[in-house]
Every structure is written in C-alpha cells, then in structure tokens.
C-alpha cells in the first residue's frame, strides 16, 4: 500500500476463514502476514497452524500433507509434526528430531477460524472476543446466507480500522444524508469502542420508504483486525468485518453477519426478503469504500481538522501498539523530519 509506514504486519487476532469450511483431517495451505501457513484441523476437531515447510528437507505441508490423530504428516518421508510446531514422529528413526517449525496459536470464536500473528513469535496477550449474537435463537446464523470474502485487496487493514473514526465519510461515501456524530470514543488496551449517531436511508428507500431513520452504530474493534458493526435502530445486526494481511501490499477481508429475526421466522428457516435485501445493502455500502482504500497512499502526518473530530488522530496513537516499537519510531521520526523541512 503506498505510504504505509510499517512493513511487517501488526499483531493480533486476523480471521484466515469459517469454522464449517475445514472438516476433521482437513489441510489448506494459507499466506497471511508475509508467510506461507497451513492449517489443518485434527481429529478433536482443534485447528492448528504452522510454517508450510517441513523441517526435514522443506516440502510443503499444505500440497499433499495429510492428518493422523491431531498431527500433519509431511508428504516427502512421513515425518509428523505436531500443532505447537515440534517433530513428534520420525516412521525410520527412533527418536524425533528437536527442529521446531513455527507455529501460530488458533482459535474459533463466532464461527470463524482466527490465528495470533506476532511479529517475534510472542504468545497472545489477550483473547478473541465473543459476539452476543453468534448462536442467539433471537438472530438469523451468519452461516451460509450471510458471509462473504473479498479476497487478495489491495489496502492493510489499519485502512480499515480506521474507518470506524471517520464520520465525515459516511456522507460522502456511503451517501448517508449528512454525516455522523461520535458521541463516545473509548479505548482499553487492544480494545476500542466507538459510537456515531447515525442517519439511515432516506425517503422512498426500498428499507427506508418513510426517509431518513436517526440512529445509532456501535462499532467494537480489536487489534486493527477484527471489527464489529453494530446497527441498533432501523434494523438490529451485528457484522463483523475481520481484515488479515496477506503481505505488505494486500489484504483478505471476511465479512460475516447476524440478523435479528422478526418474531414469526420459523427457527432455522433460510433469510425472507427483507433479510437478504438488509444484507445485500449492508455488502454493496462496505464494498463502496474499497476502490478508495485500493488506490490511496496512507498519509501518516494527515492533516486532521477540527470538523472531522481529534478521536481520529487518538485511534491511530492507540493503534500504534501493535506494531514492531521500532518502525513505529522511524515513521514518526520521519514525519518529525518532513515538517522541520517545511517549516517557514
């Protein structure tokens, strides 16, 4: 992406796919965060992952490797390798080897499948959220009427994060009749809480036919890769937008959403109309920011004004911990540097 600051990826929790994709025994060869991964589900039904070369003599793991028990087996001389990275089994030799690949720490939490991205390998320092709305008898299941996955984008997720303290663009992008009001911006360690008064719709819309709807949107973000948008007026839903980084150039971005259901939806009944036009709407406006974040340069000295709200400038210092300490100090040393430059 041009202009961005940090070349390597952000740590965090970054969504690589949907529980109900990878069956027990499964194996999908991934590339997120600079690195070529697989991920393989055991026969407890865990997920694991690790670096996609066997340690041996470096065959991928992700063409041709199979499960036994809750190990992936290499498909070049069948050494087995367990979740945590280690060599448990060796079929010629007596012993394992101590050669270790590096492994990711994985997790399913809202029906999707998250792996811990550290740049040093560092364990996680806190926990995937769990959304209300997943399993709720009251909503209508993400899966599989409302999921989508934009793949291989060309913009970091830090783009989209940020987004959550935009409240001008909501007007001018997503073309809400005025733009929003931040009436609360908090932050707790990797967590950020933002709330906009929100405008939807506006008359003679097909979910709005009586005009525009004063509203509220609750937005919960964690780490830069793991957003959920809450709608609370004109319709109850909650989507959570999950952006990973592939390399330094492009992103995936998973989108899955839960929808309140009226009080006659017959439980486990497929999305009526209005449902399904809530979520095509709710697609087509995250799609209309995407040809702006494809071909921007990231502006890290942005020249914020008083109108847009200072919460902008305080979610990027806030966001700044999750990058290696030292890229953040030279990007900010850097721009220290251009203004000095500039100065009368």
Same mark, same amino acid.
């Given at each position: 992406? #041009?202009?961005? +600051?940090?070349?390597?990826?952000?740590?965090?929790?970054?969504? $690589?796919?949907?529980?109900?994709?990878?069956?027990?025994?499964?194996?999908?060869?991934?590339?997120?965060?600079?690195?070529?991964?697989?991920?393989?589900?055991?026969?407890?039904?865990?997920?694991?992952?690790?670096?996609?070369?066997?340690?041996?003599?470096?065959?991928?793991?992700?063409?041709?490797?199979?499960?036994?028990?809750?190990?992936?087996?290499?498909?070049?001389?069948?050494?087995?390798?367990?979740?945590?990275?280690?060599?448990?089994?060796?079929?010629?030799?007596?012993?394992?080897?101590?050669?270790?690949?590096?492994?990711?720490?994985?997790?399913?939490?809202?029906?999707?499948?998250?792996?811990?991205?550290?740049?040093?390998?560092?364990?996680? *320092?806190?926990?995937?959220?769990?959304?209300?709305?997943?399993?709720? +008898?009251?909503?209508? +299941?993400?899966?599989?009427?409302? $999921?989508?996955?934009?793949?291989?984008?060309?913009?970091? +997720?830090?783009?989209?994060?940020?987004?959550? $303290?935009?409240?001008?663009?909501? /007007?001018?992008? /997503?073309?809400?009749?005025?733009?929003?009001?931040?009436? #609360?911006?908090?932050?707790?360690?990797?967590?950020?809480?933002?709330?906009?008064?929100?405008?939807?719709?506006?008359?003679?819309?097909?979910?709005?036919?009586?005009?525009?709807?004063?509203?509220?949107?609750?937005?919960?973000?964690?780490?830069?890769?793991?957003?959920?948008?809450?709608?609370?007026?004109?319709?109850?839903?909650?989507?959570?937008?999950?952006? *990973?980084?592939?390399?330094?150039?492009?992103?995936?971005?998973?989108?899955?959403?839960?929808?309140?259901?009226?009080?006659?939806?017959?439980?486990?009944?497929?999305?009526?109309?209005?449902?399904?036009?809530?979520?095509?709407?709710?697609?087509?406006? *995250?799609?209309?920011?995407?040809?702006?974040?494809?071909?921007?340069?990231?502006?890290?000295?942005?020249?914020?004004?008083?109108?847009?709200?200072?919460?902008?400038?305080?979610?990027? #210092?806030?966001?700044?911990?999750?990058?290696?300490?030292?890229?953040?100090?030279?990007?900010?040393?850097?721009?220290?540097?251009?203004?000095?430059?500039?100065?009368?």
């Amino acid at each position: 992406m #041009k202009g961005f +600051p940090y070349p390597t990826a952000p740590s965090g929790w970054f969504q $690589v796919g949907w529980a109900d994709d990878l069956q027990p025994g499964g194996v999908r060869r991934m590339r997120y965060f600079g690195q070529d991964l697989v991920l393989f589900r055991g026969g407890d039904g865990g997920y694991r992952t690790v670096e996609a070369y066997c340690g041996h003599l470096g065959a991928d793991l992700g063409a041709g490797g199979t499960v036994r028990g809750d190990d992936i087996v290499c498909p070049f001389h069948g050494w087995a390798w367990d979740g945590q990275g280690r060599n448990v089994d060796i079929p010629y030799s007596a012993r394992p080897v101590k050669t270790c690949l590096r492994s990711y720490p994985t997790r399913t939490a809202n029906g999707v499948v998250l792996v811990w991205h550290h740049p040093d390998g560092a364990p996680p *320092t806190w926990e995937p959220p769990t959304l209300p709305e997943f399993e709720h +008898p009251d909503y209508l +299941p993400a899966q599989p009427h409302a $999921v989508k996955l934009w793949a291989g984008v060309r913009f970091q +997720p830090q783009v989209v994060a940020e987004n959550t $303290v935009d409240p001008m663009h909501f /007007h001018y992008v /997503h073309r809400a009749p005025r733009s929003t009001a931040i009436e #609360k911006f908090e932050t707790e360690g990797p967590y950020a809480y933002v709330l906009h008064e929100y405008p939807y719709g506006r008359e003679g819309a097909e979910l709005t036919p009586g005009g525009t709807i004063a509203g509220r949107l609750e937005i919960e973000v964690w780490g830069v890769g793991l957003i959920c948008f809450r709608m609370m007026d004109y319709v109850e839903a909650a989507q959570f937008v999950c952006s *990973t980084p592939i390399d330094a150039e492009t992103s995936d971005v998973f989108f899955s959403m839960w929808q309140k259901r009226g009080p006659d939806a017959v439980p486990g009944s497929p999305p009526d109309q209005r449902e399904q036009r809530v979520f095509e709407e709710q697609i087509r406006q *995250t799609e209309m920011d995407f040809p702006i974040w494809s071909n921007m340069r990231y502006t890290l000295r942005a020249p914020i004004v008083r109108e847009e709200s200072p919460t902008y400038q305080n979610f990027r #210092k806030w966001s700044r911990q999750f990058y290696v300490p030292a890229e953040v100090e030279a990007a900010q040393e850097s721009v220290q540097g251009s203004a000095r430059e500039v100065a009368p």
